[in-house]
């Protein structure tokens, strides 16, 4: 059995994008991510990486792009409205098709907002987040071990497919401690014939640009990359079932929001309330065959978010509201506790609760 260790979410998630083979990290602090960035101060120095605290994150996205245009494994991180400044660079990557991990450990908004967990960048992650046509892989953790592995696994994803993967995490998962296992397999390598390392083996230069004056020549590129957008759709997707056998009730729910589910599922088993969950671990590609099977089965959906209920739209499309969809949420930095999930529970149960 793999010996653990216990650390905090922001900190594992900084060691597992070393142990993954990122040697580049280039942030600006935030609350409630400054971990991941003090982390990396401290590691990278001593095993041969690059750390630097960018003037902005605007800055930093930018570096990022330079990175990873040599075909090196890169990172940045931020929190809400630093992402937001971050997204030009961001939509620059997906326009050059160039690999990275971004992370965005959520706080409460919009604007400055606050420093307590949140969940309301859904739609900036899953929707793009800047302009143009494009996707993130969007990496959803539920635990300080997710917050590894799916660190390890977004640097591999970013590389096969040649795009940006992105950790959504809420405050909670930055900021709690847990143990951990650090044992993650072998770092994939990927072959890079696209970047420019300064030299080419066949003819030509390696260029990396996301321009083009032709219009029929960038309505093609965008062709191209949703095609590959229906492959990551197809084969990537991840998600965690809950006492979905028997369920008549189906909670959707990530992050830290998943969590307190777990905790209302079991009160309202133990009230004869038969109720499960579908966890999507990636919010996109969205788990939308899971859910749409399931609503063969369940007379309803409740989605539990922090957040004014940003998936909820996410969950009504999967299931081509087949069956009436719920809304238990809290937003702000507050977080629901399992009894106020359970009460919605009882009010579906009892025909008392109003569809969204």
């Known amino acids: 059995m793999a010996e653990k260790v216990l650390m905090k979410g922001n900190e594992a998630l900084a060691e597992a994008a070393i142990m ?17 960035a003090a982390y990396m101060a401290k590691r990278m120095p001593k095993i041969g990486g690059t750390f630097l605290q960018a003037e902005s994150e605007i800055a930093a996205i930018n570096m990022v792009i330079g990175v990873s245009s040599c075909g090196y494994r890169v990172m ?16 620059y990557l997906a326009g050059c098709e160039l690999p990275a991990l971004i992370v965005n450990v959520q706080r409460g908004g919009p604007g400055l907002g606050g420093i307590q967990p949140s969940q309301s960048d859904y739609f ?15 990496l ?19 590389d096969k497919y040649r795009m940006q993967s992105m950790i959504l995490a809420d405050g909670t998962m930055g900021q709690m401690m847990e143990p951990v296992s650090l044992d993650l397999g072998e770092v994939k390598e990927y072959a890079k014939p696209w970047a420019t390392t300064g030299t080419s083996k066949h003819e030509g230069r390696n260029i990396i640009n996301s321009l083009s004056l032709s219009p029929a020549q960038l309505e093609q590129w965008n062709i191209d990359r949703y095609e590959k957008y229906k492959i990551v759709e197809r084969d990537e997707v991840m998600f ?26 079991m009160t309202a088993r133990a009230k004869g309330i038969k109720v499960g969950m579908i966890r999507p671990i990636t919010l996109w590609p969205f788990p939308k065959d899971a859910l749409n099977k399931a609503a063969d089965k369940v007379k309803a959906f409740l989605s539990v978010e922090l957040n004014m209920g940003q998936m909820i739209d996410d969950v009504k499309l999967a299931i081509n509201c087949k069956k009436p969809v719920y809304l238990c949420n809290r937003t702000g930095g507050v977080i629901m506790t399992p009894d106020e999930i359970l009460t ?5 149960e009892k025909g008392e609760a109003k569809a969204w």
Not at 76 to 91: N, R, V
Not at 124 to 138: E, M, N, P, R
Not at 344 to 348: G, Y
């Open 344 to 348: 919605s529970l009882e009010k579906i």
């Open 140 to 158: 959803a953790p539920a635990s300080v071990q997710e917050m590894v592995s799916l660190t390890f696994k977004g640097f591999d994803l970013a």
């Open 76 to 91: 940045t991180s931020s929190s809400s409205p630093g992402i937001s400044l971050k997204s030009e660079g961001i939509s």
């Open 240 to 265: 965690e079932e809950f006492m979905m056998e028997d369920a008549e009730i189906c909670i959707v729910a990530f992050g830290i929001a998943a969590r307190v589910s777990k905790n209302a599922i």
């Open 20 to 36: 993954a083979g990122c040697r580049y990290y280039f942030g600006y602090p935030i609350t409630p991510q400054t971990e991941v």
């Open 124 to 138: 900036q992650a899953t929707k793009g987040g800047g302009h143009g046509d494009y996707k993130l892989i969007v």
